[in-house]
Nanobody, 120 residues
Framework: QVQLVESGGGMVQPGRSLRLSCATS????????IRWYRQVSGRERELVAT???????AYADSVNGRFHISRDDTKDMVYLQMNSLKQDDTAVYYC??????????????WGQGTPVTVSS
Protein backbone atom coordinates (compact mmCIF):
# COMPACT_ATOMS: atom_id res chain seq x y z
CA GLN A 1 0.00 0.00 0.00
CA VAL A 2 1.36 3.38 -1.01
CA GLN A 3 1.35 6.16 1.54
CA LEU A 4 2.55 9.74 1.49
CA VAL A 5 2.39 11.48 4.85
CA GLU A 6 3.15 15.16 5.16
CA SER A 7 4.23 16.83 8.38
CA GLY A 8 5.80 20.04 9.58
CA GLY A 9 3.00 22.47 8.93
CA GLY A 10 1.80 24.98 11.46
CA MET A 11 1.45 28.64 12.22
CA VAL A 12 4.38 30.96 11.75
CA GLN A 13 4.98 34.70 11.57
CA PRO A 14 5.84 36.42 8.30
CA GLY A 15 9.52 36.25 7.50
CA ARG A 16 10.08 33.02 9.39
CA SER A 17 10.82 29.55 8.05
CA LEU A 18 9.22 26.13 8.07
CA ARG A 19 10.34 22.79 6.73
CA LEU A 20 7.72 20.38 5.46
CA SER A 21 8.43 16.68 5.27
CA CYS A 22 6.79 13.97 3.22
CA ALA A 23 7.37 10.39 4.29
CA THR A 24 6.72 7.91 1.50
CA SER A 25 6.19 4.18 1.66
CA UNK A 26 5.19 1.49 -0.79
CA UNK A 27 7.05 3.03 -3.73
CA UNK A 28 10.63 3.18 -4.97
CA UNK A 29 11.02 6.88 -4.50
CA UNK A 30 13.93 7.22 -6.92
CA UNK A 31 11.58 6.30 -9.79
CA UNK A 32 9.16 9.13 -9.04
CA UNK A 33 9.04 12.82 -9.71
CA ILE A 34 7.98 14.60 -6.53
CA ARG A 35 5.93 17.74 -6.40
CA TRP A 36 4.67 19.97 -3.67
CA TYR A 37 1.34 21.64 -4.32
CA ARG A 38 -0.67 24.02 -2.19
CA GLN A 39 -4.31 24.92 -2.07
CA VAL A 40 -6.33 27.68 -0.52
CA SER A 41 -9.96 26.92 0.14
CA GLY A 42 -12.07 27.84 -2.88
CA ARG A 43 -9.10 28.08 -5.22
CA GLU A 44 -7.34 25.67 -7.56
CA ARG A 45 -4.43 23.63 -6.37
CA GLU A 46 -1.15 25.35 -7.25
CA LEU A 47 2.12 23.65 -8.15
CA VAL A 48 4.85 25.00 -5.88
CA ALA A 49 7.96 22.91 -6.51
CA THR A 50 9.11 19.88 -8.48
CA UNK A 51 11.98 17.46 -7.94
CA UNK A 52 12.74 15.30 -10.97
CA UNK A 53 14.18 11.82 -10.89
CA UNK A 54 17.49 13.07 -12.28
CA UNK A 55 17.95 15.76 -9.68
CA UNK A 56 16.32 18.65 -11.45
CA UNK A 57 14.26 21.17 -9.51
CA ALA A 58 11.74 23.78 -10.54
CA TYR A 59 9.71 26.34 -8.65
CA ALA A 60 6.70 28.54 -9.08
CA ASP A 61 7.64 32.15 -9.63
CA SER A 62 5.90 33.07 -6.40
CA VAL A 63 8.28 30.97 -4.29
CA ASN A 64 11.45 30.92 -6.39
CA GLY A 65 14.41 31.94 -4.26
CA ARG A 66 12.53 31.35 -1.01
CA PHE A 67 11.58 27.66 -1.16
CA HIS A 68 13.85 24.68 -1.70
CA ILE A 69 12.74 21.14 -2.52
CA SER A 70 14.94 18.21 -1.65
CA ARG A 71 14.69 14.46 -1.42
CA ASP A 72 16.50 11.58 0.21
CA ASP A 73 15.68 8.50 -1.82
CA THR A 74 17.57 6.30 0.64
CA LYS A 75 15.21 7.35 3.41
CA ASP A 76 12.09 7.66 1.25
CA MET A 77 11.72 11.27 2.34
CA VAL A 78 10.94 14.50 0.56
CA TYR A 79 11.28 17.99 2.02
CA LEU A 80 10.19 21.52 1.29
CA GLN A 81 12.23 24.20 3.03
CA MET A 82 10.21 27.41 3.10
CA ASN A 83 12.02 30.63 3.98
CA SER A 84 10.93 34.25 4.20
CA LEU A 85 7.34 33.16 4.47
CA LYS A 86 4.59 35.53 3.46
CA GLN A 87 0.91 35.64 4.30
CA ASP A 88 0.22 34.62 0.70
CA ASP A 89 1.96 31.32 1.42
CA THR A 90 -0.90 30.34 3.72
CA ALA A 91 -2.43 27.14 2.33
CA VAL A 92 -2.68 23.41 2.75
CA TYR A 93 0.45 21.84 1.29
CA TYR A 94 0.31 18.48 -0.47
CA CYS A 95 3.04 16.06 -1.47
CA UNK A 96 2.62 14.25 -4.80
CA UNK A 97 4.59 11.38 -6.29
CA UNK A 98 4.16 10.58 -9.98
CA UNK A 99 5.78 8.05 -12.24
CA UNK A 100 5.26 8.18 -15.98
CA UNK A 101 6.05 5.34 -18.31
CA UNK A 102 5.28 5.05 -21.98
CA UNK A 103 2.25 2.95 -22.74
CA UNK A 104 0.96 2.55 -19.19
CA UNK A 105 -1.13 4.76 -16.94
CA UNK A 106 0.70 7.08 -14.59
CA UNK A 107 1.28 6.06 -11.02
CA UNK A 108 0.05 9.13 -9.15
CA UNK A 109 -0.11 9.36 -5.37
CA TRP A 110 -1.05 12.13 -2.95
CA GLY A 111 -0.66 12.83 0.71
CA GLN A 112 -3.40 14.13 2.96
CA GLY A 113 -1.92 17.61 3.23
CA THR A 114 -0.46 19.70 6.00
CA PRO A 115 -1.73 23.22 6.76
CA VAL A 116 0.55 26.22 6.84
CA THR A 117 -0.63 29.53 8.24
CA VAL A 118 1.52 32.62 7.98
CA SER A 119 0.19 35.34 10.20
CA SER A 120 1.40 38.01 12.55
Amino acid sequence: QVQLVESGGGMVQPGRSLRLSCATSGITLSLYAIRWYRQVSGRERELVATSGIYGSAAYADSVNGRFHISRDDTKDMVYLQMNSLKQDDTAVYYCNARRRRIGVPDNDYWGQGTPVTVSS
